[in-house]
């Protein structure tokens, strides 16, 4: 029997309306993408949000379990990270889901599917946190790095000589520039494998829909008094357009990286979503298709170690600040984390089903489909932490995937940790969670593959 695929890409105003604000012509959406085989079934779901607790996540997969019948751990709820999605009416979320999922599962046929891998011509993200000599460990821009158009503009030290600047003021600075003499200094390149994949029907090779994955932090179009779905709709509509069916995109670990843009709102999304279209229609079209046999899903548990800050509710300030940058930089940075900690403190309890612990559990998710495994990590995971299961299993088409289960926040690897900055501080798991969480990646994959 072959492999049964449905898509479904859903609006989501329904569940926006009561928030009141305005959603713009980058649409807020829910795109579902269901598999069956005789053995199994399961839906992957992917909404445009940023930032999901534990009790989000179980109430839209509990709906959509109750809906379709699918068993609830072969449903996965994930995020594109979208900056500007704002907060949803959780009910009529859950309902409009799994309504999608229903139609997703009813409209499924028998598919084949063509995949490729792909690097964008133009570099359309870059790895945020740098390396200041001067500050002894990292400083990290959220935005604003420079002209989508104009590599001339792609250079890291204005920036560097504000957040300096700031540091000796007393300040942390996450965006902005500064007039500098200092010499050309690049950003570092992020993670740029783009993975496309394309489903028709075998029977009558009607389009069923497309994928696509990779890495950026969607936050190009957010902002007060509006909502907007960011680059991931305009890559959505452009495959749509082209190859028909639904559409839906995966964001690749995305805790370092950011896309290039200049300001907000500025048409970057628009340029970003089409180029990586571009990019993914070009990969695909030489690309024979295959009928789709081979189907494995999983979901893995996985406890992290709780920050002991998080677990105390408080950070131990010196008396006074040094005076010396780099200690200052450490100084500054606990500052703000101690100034984050009621966020982190509540973000640690939304992750947790019962009595709190030291520890909180996250869920790794596996899908496989012919030769190409989707590994969905939680949160903000960093790049490397993506490369480190892609290296263990380099015969592999292993394409990394975050937000699944949104249940903590940053999980940077100790050398990001101890290169300090703003990923440093807003986390909820303590040293060692991203080795584990690749540790424990690297051992699912191997019984995955015995599945």
Avoid at 51 to 73: H, P, Q, S
């Amino acid at each position: 029997m072959s492999i049964l695929i449905g898509m479904k890409r859903q609006d989501l105003e329904k569940a926006l309306r009561p928030v009141g604000v305005e959603i713009g012509e980058e649409r807020v959406e829910a795109c579902c993408l269901y598999v069956k085989s005789e053995a199994a079934e399961a839906v992957w779901i992917v909404l445009d949000f940023m930032d999901f607790n534990l009790n989000v996540v179980k109430t839209v997969r509990d709906a959509v379990v109750a809906k379709t019948g699918i068993a609830a751990e072969h449903v996965h709820v994930l995020s594109t990270h979208n900056h500007g999605g704002g907060t949803p009416d959780l009910e009529v979320l859950s309902d409009v889901v799994a309504d999608a999922a229903c139609e997703a599962k009813a409209t499924a046929r028998a598919a084949k599917m063509r995949t490729a891998n792909a690097r964008p011509e133009k570099r359309v993200n870059y790895l945020r946190r740098i390396y200041v000599p001067e500050l002894e460990g990292c400083t990290t821009y959220w935005f604003g790095v420079g002209d989508f158009e104009g590599f001339e503009t792609f250079d890291a030290a204005p920036h560097i000589e504000h957040a300096i600047n700031d540091v000796v003021k007393g300040h942390l600075a996450y965006f902005g520039t500064e007039p500098t003499k200092r010499p050309y200094t690049p950003w570092p390149e992020a993670d740029d494998l783009l993975t496309a994949v394309e489903f028709r029907a075998i029977e009558d090779d009607a389009p069923i829909g497309s994928l696509v994955r990779f890495a950026s932090h969607v936050n190009c179009d957010n902002g007060g008094g509006y909502l907007e779905g960011d680059f991931p709709y305009v890559l959505r509509q452009r495959m749509e357009a082209a190859l028909g069916g639904n559409s839906m995109f995966f964001t690749g670990p995305c805790g370092d990286v950011c896309p290039w843009m200049a300001k907000k709102r500025d048409g970057t999304s628009a340029m970003i979503g089409n180029h990586l279209a571009d990019t993914a229609l070009k990969a695909l079209q030489d690309v024979p298709f295959e009928p789709v046999t081979k189907f494995a899903d999983l979901t893995q548990p996985v406890d992290l170690p709780v920050r002991a800050e998080v677990l105390a509710g408080d950070v131990q300030l010196p008396e006074e600040i040094p005076e010396d940058l780099p200690n200052r930089r450490r100084y500054l940075e606990a500052v703000r984390t101690k100034d984050s900690m009621d966020f982190l403190v509540e973000k640690y309890k939304e992750g947790v089903e019962g009595p709190l612990t030291d520890t909180v559990e996250i869920h790794l998710g596996f899908l496989r489909l012919n030769d190409v495994i989707f590994a969905a990590f939680p949160g903000e995971t960093f790049s490397t932490t993506g490369e480190a299961l892609r290296a263990a299993y380099p015969e592999l088409n292993i394409s990394t995937v975050t937000e699944h289960w949104r249940t903590v926040m940053y999980l940077p690897p100790k050398e990001d940790l101890a290169n300090g900055s703003y990923e440093a501080t807003c986390r909820v798991t303590d040293e060692g969670a991203a080795e584990i969480l690749a540790e424990k990646s690297i051992e699912t994959m191997a019984s995955f593959l015995k599945a």
